[in-house]
């Protein structure tokens, strides 16, 4: 078994094991030692559902290598650092905690995402953001620093989605190319840094001014990122003033009326 | 201007020699049927569904209700429900919005089936006075056993013992093959789910919660319940995964297979707002599919990742609706993981669904289970997985069926709410039930009593428990077991040769 250190941070190598007995060795530990604070994974290579459940706040489980789907599923507390890319749904359905992800995120990034926080320093796939909820103090934010596929923020229906559109060095990546952004939204905004065009929205979807007061809303969650990340003073208040695009529902209530009621 | 209403659908009639102007039936009607005019009791047919509310409270029975006998002209083609969709159609541009199950007149394959019955050989058991097994697991069953056998000690003796080695998966333990389906609170009034909560506790089954979220009310009752993950992902928490006694993944629904959910924002009010985990007030929204699901791999990885939040001590159901290739489907969720499948057929009930989905989609429930336990047969995983069937299960009998066309056990939803009052009106998506089953308004929920309400549920279940015990009993066979799958307990009347093929059974006579 592997030794806690007196740091309470222990290291678990990954490597040729199966997902099961991976994550059954990471609630060993928990489970074992109430009080650890650091699980360090080394040689992951597509093992999912790691962090998946977990209910502990302050454990941070550090993972070098690429974690498979589902990482941080259902969990509600631990903060998850991944030195790599992440196969798809990180943070899926997430209740609590936070993903920082230095490569880039698969498809369906923070699917069904109910809180916490996910900061991807690269890209992220299709359907990133979908479905993700807000209720009362529960509020799910998801910042990507590169920039996402279509259909970012389909069926969303609180939180916040930022898109940063820089290159690794910092600079602008150019306009955002994605399409169907915010298609079906009922809740919540998205902002994206630069000019982003009526066609490349969804149905639901509507650009709304970007004032001041969400610049305030969303400068947190950028100080935040690059922190996590290690960014530059000037690269961050570059990213703070810059101009962003802020997209929201139209309605509450998109599809109200579709429907005929079969009363005679 | 075109004048485009559609006739009253029924004509209310108060006879004036017994009112006595007691007004309950203004009160009762939560569709605005009757208001008081001086000494006179004044009727709005139109706004009338038949629910028979007013005719069942009226201390004297004043209240007659009629289809309305209003002339059309007759075309075999264009039938009177052709035309007035049309009408309501061509006013509105609006698809139409239907509840509970497909009324177009598809054959009921249940009515087509009888049973078997021992005369002189193989005598038949009297379940009154002998015992009758009734109970069933669901959940994973292994493929073989193995043992270890030692040797232990005892009184000085040496004895070899056979001990399990084999890991056995966590099963549901049904004391009756009857459970309730899944319906969502959202959908329903928080008084049904508490009664039907309480019921099947009572009978030692389970029901489930819908896509809703499981209320605090509901949890003493926890396990007892099984809770669903459905596309919307609405009220689902680690607290919520745990609680319950097994965990379904809804994919799909015979009301509506293919399509996603929509709670309206009317109906989502403060309490069912922290059940499904939304601010109030705003539509619930359940995506057509999964979009973490778009292959039989990612269904399995969703199970499994289900399997893992609950360290594996939960058993994980898929359900679908049953479509034409559900046999090959079903194969794919048993190679999952998954402990059972639930096969919801076309007549399945729903709270709202598109009408055009209601009545053309799917195939019936009867023709799913046989082809679902033949391919799980073939492919030799039947005994591996349970199969959970439903949709448009009336009574004992239509159980009985299932059974021994190869389910493991069912589920009823329309049945249930008719024992708590519900007289399949079927305007369930207007939030208006004056039973107070299908409806959030707190006036209307007051009037279902939860204790009578429960009572009458758990009545239901333990008279077709009876009557099932009865009919094994007659023939002559003395568990569940024996009948599941045992297709040569059926025949058919009046079905085709490839009917009867679909089904695996032979026609009566052979």
């Known amino acids: ?264 | 201007m075109i004048p485009s209403t559609v006739p009253p659908k029924y004509r209310v009639e108060v006879n004036p020699d017994r009112c006595m102007l007691c007004e309950r039936c203004v009160k009762e009607c939560s569709w605005g049927v009757y208001r008081r005019e001086g000494n006179k009791i004044i009727t709005y047919s139109n706004r009338c569904g038949a629910c028979q509310r007013c005719v069942s409270m009226c201390p004297r029975d004043a209240i007659t209700i009629h289809e309305n006998p209003i002339c059309w002209r007759e075309h075999p083609l264009w039938t009177k429900e052709a035309r007035e969709d049309i009408i309501n159609q061509s006013r509105t541009g609006c698809i139409l919005l239907s509840g509970m199950g497909n009324a177009k007149e598809y054959p009921i394959y249940y009515d087509k089936i009888v049973l078997d019955a021992c005369q002189v050989t193989n005598p038949s058991i009297d379940p009154l006075r002998e015992p009758m097994e009734l109970r069933t697991y669901i959940g994973k069953k292994p493929k073989k056993l193995e043992f270890d056998f030692v040797e232990e000690e005892i009184d000085g003796k040496r004895i070899k013992k056979a001990k399990l080695k084999t890991k056995i998966a966590p099963n549901l333990k049904l004391e009756t093959p009857i459970m309730i389906a899944h319906m969502s609170y959202g959908a329903l009034s928080l008084n049904a789910h508490k009664a039907m909560a309480k019921a099947v506790k009572e009978c030692g089954t389970f029901m489930g919660t819908g896509e809703g979220g499981l209320h605090k009310a509901l949890y003493p009752y926890a396990d007892h319940i099984i809770t669903q993950i459905a596309s919307g992902r609405f009220g689902v928490n680690e607290d919520y995964l745990s609680k319950g006694a097994a965990i379904e993944i809804k994919i799909g629904q015979g009301a509506k297979p293919g399509i996603g959910g929509h709670l309206p924002g009317e109906k989502v009010s403060a309490e069912v707002s922290m059940t499904r985990m939304i601010p109030e007030g705003s539509d619930a929204i359940s995506p057509a599919p999964h979009h973490d699901i778009y292959s039989i791999e990612d269904l399995a990885q969703l199970v499994r990742s289900l399997k893992e939040a609950t360290r594996w001590k939960v058993p994980i159901f898929v359900k679908i609706a049953a479509v034409h290739n559900v046999a090959a489907i079903a194969n794919g969720i048993a190679t999952s993981d998954a402990d059972a499948v639930v096969i919801d057929g076309f007549k399945g009930g729903t709270g709202a669904a598109p009408k055009v989905f209601r009545d053309n989609v799917g195939i019936p429930i009867e023709m799913a289970i046989a082809a679902v336990d033949k391919r799980l047969r073939d492919e030799g995983v039947r005994n591996e997985i349970s199969i959970i069937a439903s949709g448009g299960i009336r009574n004992s009998a239509d159980v009985f069926k299932s059974i021994a066309l190869g389910a493991d056990a069912v589920y009823i939803g329309t049945a249930a709410m008719i024992a708590m009052g519900c007289r399949v009106c079927g305007r369930c998506y207007t939030g208006q039930c004056a039973w107070g089953i299908a409806t959030q308004k707190p006036e209307l929920v007051n009037r279902l009593d939860v204790e009578e309400a429960s009572k009458r549920v758990a009545n239901l279940i333990k008279a077709w428990t009876l009557e099932i015990k009865e009919l094994l009993g007659a023939a002559g066979i003395n568990s569940i077991e024996s009948l599941r799958g045992n297709r040569d307990r059926l025949r058919g009347v009046g079905l085709n040769e490839v009917e009867l093929k679909a089904l695996g059974i032979k026609h009566a006579g052979l």
């Open chain 1, 1 to 264: 078994m592997e030794k806690v250190k007196e740091n309470m941070e222990v290291i678990l190598d990954a490597k040729d094991l199966e997902y099961r007995e991976l994550n059954e060795k990471i609630h060993k530990i928990l489970n074992e030692n109430p009080n650890v604070k650091k699980i360090i994974l080394k040689n992951v290579l597509g093992q999912r559902f790691i962090g998946n459940g977990i209910q502990k706040k302050g454990l941070i489980i550090e993972i070098y290598g690429v974690p498979g789907g589902d990482l941080g599923m259902f969990m509600n507390g631990p903060t998850i650092i991944v030195h790599g890319n992440t196969d798809h749904a990180p943070g899926n359905t997430m209740d609590d905690g936070k993903i920082i992800i230095h490569g880039s995120g698969g498809d369906v990034t923070g699917h069904s995402m109910r809180g916490g926080k996910i900061f991807v320093r690269g890209n992220v796939g299709y359907r990133s953001g979908i479905h993700m909820k807000e209720y009362k103090d529960k509020f799910p934010v998801l910042v990507v620093g590169r920039t996402a596929k279509d259909f970012l923020g389909e069926y969303m229906a609180g939180g916040i989605i930022v898109v940063l559109n820089i290159d690794n060095k910092g600079n602008d990546l150019g306009k955002i190319k994605g399409k169907m952004i915010g298609t079906g939204i009922h809740g919540g905004s998205i902002y994206i840094r630069g000019k982003i065009d009526e066609s490349q929205l969804g149905v639901a979807a509507d650009i709304k001014e970007f004032t001041e007061e969400d610049r305030k809303r969303i400068t947190p969650y950028i100080e935040e990122f690059c922190k996590e990340f290690g960014l530059s003073d000037e690269l961050k208040n570059k990213l703070i003033n810059s101009e962003y695009t802020k997209i929201a529902p139209i309605s509450k209530r998109p599809f109200g009326k579709l429907y005929t009621p079969d009363l005679r």
